[in-house]
């Protein structure tokens, strides 16, 4: 038997959904021989969470220069393949237990 599906409202839209997605996205500075690094966790049902993504992923363009086709690409590649699966995120199931 299958268990039921959990609907929570998406904190920016206000729109219920069965699939609240939330990631961190870290944003990388690089200044000649000096980093800075930034995370911030994202969270969002999928049509307001890829947006945020594809930001993540332009903004990093910029400014992560070497980085990011090592890894701001693929990580946000990897984020906007699992923003499809349904059902919620992880850390989303953790933090309403």
């Known amino acids: ?5 959990l609907i929570i ?5 206000g729109k219920a959904s ?5 990631y961190r996205m870290v944003s990388v ?4 021989i ?5 995370s911030k966790n994202e969270i969002g049902c999928p049509s307001c ?3 945020k993504i594809i930001h993540f992923m332009l903004i990093n363009l910029l400014t992560a220069n070497i ?3 090592l890894a701001i690409f693929p990580v946000g590649l990897f984020y ?9 995120s992880p850390i989303v199931l953790k933090n309403i237990e």
């Open 1 to 5: 038997m299958r268990e039921p599906t």
């Open 9 to 13: 409202r998406c904190p920016n839209c």
């Open 18 to 22: 069965d699939s609240i997605k939330c």
């Open 29 to 32: 500075i690089f200044i000649f």
């Open 34 to 38: 000096a980093a800075q690094i930034r």
């Open 49 to 51: 969470i890829r947006p």
């Open 67 to 69: 980085a990011w086709p």
């Open 80 to 88: 906007l393949a699992i923003s499809y699966k349904s059902g919620h």
